[in-house]
C-alpha cells in the first residue's frame, strides 16, 4: 500500500494562490465541442484564456502568451497548420507547452500529427488517457503493444486501476523519460511522471466521464498551472484540483438527486471554490515511484 506524499499536496497547495495573484494568459488551441467548458474552467481556476485558432495569428498569441495548449480532438485541415506553428513557436519562445493527442491511435492521421507536434515542440506535458499514452508508447518505440483506443475513449483494458497501477506507472516513467517531458495520464486514477518520479491521484468520480470535455478542461487547467510552476507540479495540482473537484461536484448531485448537467455546472463551481485547505483536506496523492 502506497503512502500519502503530505510534503508534495502541501507543496503544490499552495501554487493555487500565486496562480490566482498572477492570472497568466492561457492560449488555447481546442477542439470546438468543449471551447466554452474549457475557458470557463481556466477562469475558474484563475487563469485568463484565450481561445485563438487562426493560423495567422498564432505566433501573435504565443508571444503573448504564459502558456499554450494544444488539444487535437477536431483535427480540422486548417487547425492542424495552427496546431504546427505554435508547435514550433512555443520552442522557439520557450513558452509552456500542454499537448492533448485526443483518439492518437485511433487514424493515421493523428498519429502523424501527434508524432510531428511532439517532435517540433518541447512540450511540459502531453496529457491523455491510457490508451493514447499506450499509442504514443507504441508510436516513439518505448513499447510494442498495440492500444485499444476507442475513439475518444480509454479502452476497457486500459483504464488504471490500483491493481494494474505499477505496471502502468512504469510504462508512463519510460514514455516521459524517451520524450523528456511530464506525462499525465487520467483515469479512475491518474498518473503523472516527469521521467524519474511517478505519482497516482486517487480522487475523483466516474461520472466525470459521463461529460463531454472533463478531460479537455483539465488540459488548459495544466495549462494555466504550467506557467507558474514546474511541469510536474502543474501536472499534479492540476490533476488535483479537478478531481477533488470532481468528488465535491457529485456530492451535491448524489444530495439533490439530479444528473450530469448539474454536475457540470457545479465541477466548474468547484473549481472557483478551490483552495489550499481542500487541497491538504481532500487529495489522495501517492508517491509510486
Do not use: W
Amino acid at each position: 500500500m502506497y503512502k500519502k506524499d503530505y510534503e508534495m499536496i502541501e507543496r503544490s497547495a499552495k501554487i493555487i494562490d500565486k496562480l490566482r495573484s498572477e492570472c497568466p494568459l492561457t492560449h488555447c488551441i481546442t477542439n470546438y465541442v468543449t471551447i466554452n467548458d474549457c475557458a470557463n474552467a481556466v477562469l475558474a481556476i484563475g487563469g485568463s484564456p484565450a481561445m485563438a485558432n487562426e493560423e495567422p495569428e498564432i505566433e501573435d498569441f504565443v508571444n503573448i502568451a504564459d502558456a499554450t495548449v494544444i488539444n487535437m480532438g477536431t483535427l480540422l485541415a486548417d487547425q492542424i497548420e495552427a496546431m504546427q506553428k505554435a508547435a514550433i513557436h512555443t520552442k522557439k519562445t520557450d513558452t509552456p507547452l500542454v499537448i492533448d493527442p485526443v483518439a492518437v491511435g485511433v487514424s493515421k492521421l493523428r498519429n502523424d500529427a501527434t508524432v510531428d507536434l511532439i517532435n517540433k515542440s518541447n512540450p511540459y506535458i502531453i496529457r491523455g488517457n491510457m490508451s493514447e499514452i499506450k499509442a504514443i508508447a507504441k508510436l516513439f518505440d518505448v513499447d510494442e503493444n498495440d492500444s485499444k483506443a476507442k475513439g475518444v475513449d480509454v479502452s476497457d483494458e486500459d483504464i488504471i486501476k490500483l491493481e494494474n497501477l505499477e505496471n502502468n506507472a512504469e510504462l508512463i516513467k519510460d514514455v516521459a523519460s524517451k520524450l523528456n517531458t511530464t506525462i499525465n495520464v487520467s483515469g479512475p486514477v491518474d498518473i503523472i511522471s516527469d521521467g524519474e518520479n511517478v505519482y497516482a491521484i486517487d480522487n475523483g468520480e466516474p461520472i466525470m466521464s459521463k461529460i463531454t470535455g472533463s478531460g479537455c478542461m483539465l488540459t488548459c487547467v495544466l495549462g494555466a498551472f504550467s506557467s507558474v510552476s514546474s511541469p510536474l507540479e502543474a501536472s499534479i495540482i492540476g490533476s488535483m484540483s479537478m478531481a477533488i473537484a470532481g468528488e465535491l461536484a457529485y456530492n451535491k448531485v448524489q444530495i439533490n438527486n439530479l444528473g450530469s448537467g448539474s454536475f457540470r455546472t457545479f465541477l466548474i463551481d468547484e473549481l472557483y471554490n478551490m483552495n489550499e485547505e481542500k487541497i491538504n483536506r481532500y487529495a489522495k496523492l501517492y508517491k509510486v515511484i
